[in-house]
T-cell receptor
């Protein structure tokens, strides 16, 4: 079945690292994505990782993928107040590339 | 190119009325997707097109919903006889499938529908 789960809320202090976690169920996923959504806005692509990779780093963002446990994480280094938003992980389904999204993790950054 | 655009950004309608939304994808993107997002949830897949062909429809897409992409460029999503349960954000995304790319989907700003 298709199911993606995330914790609902994360609160961090400005300057600390944030780690947002995600678990998925479909082992045939091709790519796994992280999107950011600010209030009332569409989804902004942050980064993605191919399913045969373990890690990808992109400036302040680090994605870790544990295929055995079907666990994906997004680490944001030096978190800023502008990082406050809802973060969605999503898996893409083979052949159609339709995305299956988690429920989102609301990140709140306080000074 | 300025990305995926959607029109209108907001729509308020009365129950029973028909509404139509438009999505303009990134030029040269051959795939176009529609998703629906309700409050506090992640987006849910509705349907997608490759060029002008509609290749998959979710069971969420009842008979009151119809989508078209007549020339393989912009797309429209129509909801007939709207119900209060149709109130949601409707998101459009496009991607370039094949050609060795990742088929990464880029999203528009969404159309927020409120059915009174």
């Amino acid at each position: 079945g298709e199911d993606v789960e995330q914790s609902l809320f994360l609160s961090v202090r400005e300057g600390d690292s944030s780690v947002i976690n995600c678990t998925y169920t479909d082992s045939s996923s091709t790519y796994l994505y992280w999107y950011k959504q600010e209030p009332g806005a569409g989804l902004q692509l942050l980064t993605y990782i191919f399913s045969n990779m373990d890690m990808k780093q992109d400036q302040r963002l680090t994605v870790l993928l544990n295929k055995k446990d079907k666990h994906l994480s997004l680490r944001i280094a030096d978190t800023q107040t502008g990082d406050s938003a809802i973060y969605f992980c999503a898996e893409s389904m083979i052949n159609t590339d339709k995305l299956i999204f988690g429920t989102g993790t609301r990140l709140q950054v306080f000074p | 190119d300025t990305g995926v655009s959607q029109d209108p950004r907001h729509k308020i309608t009365k129950r029973g009325q028909n509404v139509t939304f438009r999505c303009d994808p990134i030029s040269e993107h051959n795939r176009l997707y529609w998703y629906r997002q309700t409050l506090g949830q992640g987006p849910e897949f509705l349907t997608y097109f490759q060029n002008e062909a509609q290749l998959e429809k979710s069971r969420l897409l009842s008979d009151r919903f119809s989508a078209e992409r007549p020339k393989g460029s912009f797309s429209t999503l129509e909801i007939q006889r709207t119900e209060q349960g149709d109130s949601a954000m409707y998101l459009c995304a496009s991607s370039l499938a094949g050609r060795g790319g990742t088929d990464t989907q880029y999203f528009g700003p969404g159309t927020r529908l409120t059915v009174l």
